[in-house]
């Protein structure tokens, strides 16, 4: 398998650095580690893109679409405005 297949970049930028074939961008694993999630190598995307792929197509809990993902799961907007109003 050469780079272009498995999302490494081919660029001088080094082994670190892959291509999100979602939103085409390059990224780092090193961005990883500020986020709270892990960077699958067999399916290199983004933190962004990862994060938008497991929201798409969830529910909320109340049956709407999830539209915003927390600690507790995924959230539509009006129970995300809910969430984030609690103190």
């Not at 999302?7 to 650095?17: K, T």
């Not at 090193?30 to 699958?40: G, I, K, L, Y």
């Not at 938008?52 to 049956?63: K, L, V």
Request: net charge negative; with cysteine; glycine share 6%.
């Amino acid at each position: 398998m050469n780079n272009q297949q498995n999302g490494l970049s081919a660029d001088e930028n080094g082994p670190e650095d892959f291509f999100c074939p979602c939103c085409e961008e390059a990224f780092s694993v090193s961005v990883f580690d500020d986020v709270d999630d892990e960077f699958d190598p067999t399916n290199p995307r983004c933190p962004d893109c990862k994060r938008e792929q497991r929201i798409a197509g969830s529910e909320c809990e109340c049956g709407q679409p999830a539209a915003h993902e927390v600690e507790s799961g995924m959230l539509c907007d009006d129970c995300f405005e809910d969430y984030a109003s609690v103190d």
